[in-house]
């Protein structure tokens, strides 16, 4: 699978059928399809929570860069980067806006 060009009102969705636990501040998800496990780290946790509805790439890079400090440009650059690997592990689905 190859991985999605975003945009910015690309509208983005998580797998929702994967079981999840909190262990101390990370969350560690079973995609029980595929047999893998997934470890995510407290800024990966709330892109994930974020992604529980539908949200496009623009929205979402706002409430990492509200929440945290982090540049917009550096926000977009490592959230696309987490969402490419999402994604390869078939575990994002895009909705490209046109």
């Not at 509208?11 to 969350?27: G, H, N, P, Y």
């Not at 860069?65 to 550096?74: F, I, K, N, P």
Request: glycine share 2%; aromatic share 8%.
């Amino acid at each position: 699978m190859t991985d999605p060009s975003f945009t910015p009102n690309d509208t983005l969705i998580r797998k929702a059928d994967l079981f999840t636990s909190q262990v101390d501040e990370d969350l560690v998800m079973l995609d029980e399809a595929s047999g893998n496990y997934f470890g995510l780290n407290p800024i990966a946790s709330k892109i994930w929570e974020c992604l529980a509805k539908p949200i496009c790439l623009s929205e979402l890079v706002n409430i990492l860069t509200t929440t945290y400090d982090v540049s917009d440009e550096q926000c977009k650059e490592e959230t696309i980067s987490f969402l490419n690997v999402l994604h390869s592990h078939q575990l994002l689905n895009v909705t490209n806006a046109e």
